[in-house]
């Protein structure tokens, strides 16, 4: 939740600072400030508004810009001090690794067997966790009770199980997935458990008085008004999801993003190691900017009156 | 039936109520009985579920032996230490990135792609560079604290009103002066959030570091006890570490988030 302003990061930049007024834009006038003042506004941010014709893509480039110039820096400090590649690679050293392992298929094997994992996990957890969630969280007693055990659960869950995961089933598919799966489980299912039972209890009874029988009070006000804490709980059950699948692919398995770091420290091929380091970070980055920060922006603006009734 | 339900209900209600302990102990009874009825009916092998009394017996043994309170003191040693490390350092960062917009625009791509690379993918690059050591622990801890850390500081920072910085400036306040009485005050509750965040991706990336690491502490003890194949040692390594967790969270930091949001939150409100 405390998060969700860095989620506009790559799309609002700029709007986001002509409104808010940085420090030396003076605010016009007491009651008509804020919003109407266009004129007033654009003399101050010509010079970073030169791009209104395509405003995404003038972002995303200032987006890329720093991290561009950190490859840049990269390049230079290896080449300068003449670091030994068993420490830090250079940038072509990664970039041919990254060209190797895309030709001969390993990268797609492993970024297909991480994938698939989560996939996997993640869904199976929605589809057990919500249900269960809401069924809990409709009684204010049972869910009053439930609480603590969930708040237990969702601390232990993820890397802590990944022993008795691989004791239970195996190295391999099974325990991995088990540790996506357990990941997501707790944190959704105790999300909803809140959401649920935060809704005004007002709303409830209206919609009861008004006719409303239990599947519509179900589809109608319990979903949508749990809607927004389902998500988030989505979110961060896959962040800490991701964080575990990479720990137990190191651990306990043949083939996965971190099994392929693993492997390559054992050779000390630092350039693999890094090329799959910036392989996770970019797979997240999309995973979280272009899927779940949006879902759940979209959710909140949709159905999160429901937090301030 | 149903009164005798009610009657006890209305008991817990009351308990609860005077006595808010009660109400983050009792929800586990049951749990633990239905634990032990599990593991007694024999459903699962002994070996692969076995039941409470055991692992409260080794419980007892591991402590006897002073193998659970030296490993517990390693775990959170070196988390204290990391957590304090990446406050130090994510602070002034946050700070810096929520004041300055040209070192926003700069740094904040950065910080979420690192962020997104995530604690543990650095593990085999840590390996390399300072072998199987604290070190490495260290690291992979400050940098998991680090960045919840600077980024809702940022956040925080951002949130104070203009016109309590002008505020203060008028007063005669010099810009050093803002930033310690004004701003971080101000972005306080906002901190401790990041704080808690960062400690709770810590907790578990120290778990999988001293796995992989493997040299003490619960996490190590929970793996070792994988590799001798003793499910009674990992279930307790795990309750431990829960408790632990429930504990810091649940009587420390909980708390002050709410302090700190109570005594500075309403800046943030407007």
Do not use: C
Not at chain 1, 225 to 249: K, Q
Not at chain 2, 93 to 119: C, H, K, S, T, Y
Not at chain 2, 134 to 157: D, E, I, K
Request: hydrophobic content about 55%; overall charge positive; glycine content about 12%.
């Amino acid at each position: 939740m405390t998060f969700r302003e860095n989620a506009d990061g790559v799309g609002q930049v700029s709007l986001q600072q002509a409104g808010r007024g940085r420090p030396r834009s003076r605010r016009p006038g007491g009651a008509g400030g804020g919003r109407g003042v266009p004129g007033i506004e654009m003399g101050d941010s010509v010079a970073t508004a030169a791009m209104p014709r395509f405003p995404r893509l003038w972002a995303a480039l200032k987006f890329v810009a720093p991290l561009l110039f950190l490859v840049l820096l990269w390049e230079v400090v290896v080449k300068a001090f003449g670091v030994e590649p068993r420490i830090f690679p250079s940038v072509e050293a990664v970039a041919g690794a990254g060209l190797e392992t895309m030709q001969d298929g390993t990268l797609v094997r492993h970024i297909g067997a991480s994938l698939w994992r989560v996939a996997v996990g993640t869904s199976l957890a929605i589809a057990v966790s919500v249900p269960l969630g809401v069924a809990m969280g409709l009684s204010p007693a049972v869910s009053i009770f439930l609480t603590p055990l969930f708040r237990f659960f969702s601390v232990l869950a993820g890397i802590a199980w990944i022993p008795i995961a691989t004791l239970w089933f195996g190295y391999g598919f099974g325990a991995i997935t088990f540790v996506i799966f357990n990941a997501v489980f707790f944190v959704v299912a105790y999300n909803t458990l809140l959401g649920v039972s935060r809704i005004p209890m007002a709303l409830r009874q209206a919609a009861a008085s008004l006719g409303a029988g239990g599947w519509a009070m179900l589809t109608q006000v319990i979903l949508p008004g749990a809607l927004p804490n389902i998500v988030t709980g989505v979110r961060t059950g896959l962040g800490f999801a991701w964080r575990g699948l990479i720990a137990a692919e190191m651990i306990a398995t043949n083939v996965g993003l971190g099994y392929m770091l693993f492997l390559a420290r054992d050779f000390y091929r630092t350039e693999v190691i890094v090329f799959g380091m910036i392989v996770i970070g970019i797979l997240w980055l999309l995973i979280d900017r272009l899927l779940l920060a949006p879902l759940e922006r979209a959710t909140i603006e949709r159905w999160g009156m429901v937090d301030r009734a | 039936m149903k009164v005798l339900l009610l009657k006890a209900w209305s008991l817990y209600v009351r308990w609860t109520a005077r006595y808010p302990a009660v109400r983050s102990i009792v929800p586990f009874i049951p749990l633990v009985a239905l634990w032990a009825a599990i593991a007694e009916a024999g459903v699962f092998p002994r070996a692969f579920l076995p039941g409470p009394v055991e692992v409260a017996q080794s419980f007892g043994t591991l402590v006897y032996k002073g193998i659970l309170p030296e490993y517990l003191e390693d775990s959170v040693v070196r988390l204290v230490v990391g957590a304090a490390a990446g406050v130090a350092l994510g602070i002034p960062l946050g700070v810096l990135v929520g004041l300055n917009a040209r070192a926003r625009e700069m740094l904040w791509p950065v910080l979420l792609f690192f962020q997104a690379i995530g604690d543990i993918a650095w593990l085999p690059i840590l390996l390399i560079w300072f072998g199987f050591s604290l070190t490495t622990m260290t690291f992979v801890l400050v940098y998991t604290v680090l960045f919840p850390v600077v980024l809702n500081t940022a956040l925080g920072v951002r949130s104070v009103p203009e016109d309590l910085r002008r505020a203060a400036r008028t007063l005669g306040a010099s810009p050093a002066r803002v930033v310690w009485e004004v701003i971080l005050p101000g972005s306080l509750p906002n901190i401790i959030t990041g704080l808690r965040n960062g400690l709770g991706f810590g907790w578990r990336a120290l778990i999988a570091t001293e796995i992989i690491v493997g040299t003490s502490g619960i996490g190590f003890l929970m793996f070792d006890a994988r590799r001798a194949g003793s499910v009674v040692e990992i279930l307790l390594g795990m309750i431990v570490l829960g408790l632990l967790w429930y504990i810091v969270d649940g009587w420390v930091l909980a708390p002050i988030e709410r302090a700190t949001g109570q005594r500075w939150g309403l800046v943030t409100r407007e």
